[in-house]
């Protein structure tokens, strides 16, 4: 079955970056729509970023300009470059595929989740 597999969370002071990884296993990540979810403590789930099948970038507002996604095929890999990291952005960082169907930033949407790695700015 597929598995997507995290990693990449830190603490960091605000101001500064971060690169979150997300490798897919026994998936094809070129031809899968990938997405990066987040959830802080009390607060709803949220679709951050989403990269579907033919390339098309889906961006939050509160995240535009400042988080970029990307895909390297050659590794099965999905990364969520995080610049000018803000307090607000503490939250587990989830990576999601398994599309079926609908607006990228809904979590509903996607049947597979990565286990969460933890983005924490101070």
């Known amino acids: 079955h597929v598995q997507l597999v995290e990693s990449g969370g830190d603490s960091v002071q605000a101001g500064g970056s971060l690169i979150l990884s997300c490798v897919a296993r026994r998936l094809l990540a070129s031809t899968s729509c990938l997405a990066w979810f987040r959830q802080a403590p009390g607060k709803e789930r949220e679709g951050v970023a989403g990269?579907?099948?033919?390339?098309?970038?889906y961006y939050a507002d509160s995240v535009e300009g400042r988080l970029t996604i990307s895909r390297d095929n050659s590794k099965n890999t999905v990364y969520l470059q995080m610049n000018s990291l803000r307090p607000e952005d503490s939250a587990i960082y989830y990576c999601a595929t398994d599309h079926r169907g609908g607006a990228l930033w809904a979590g509903s949407n996607f049947a597979v989740w990565g286990q969460g790695t933890q983005v924490t700015v101070s």
């Open positions: 990269i579907n099948t033919s390339g098309g970038l």
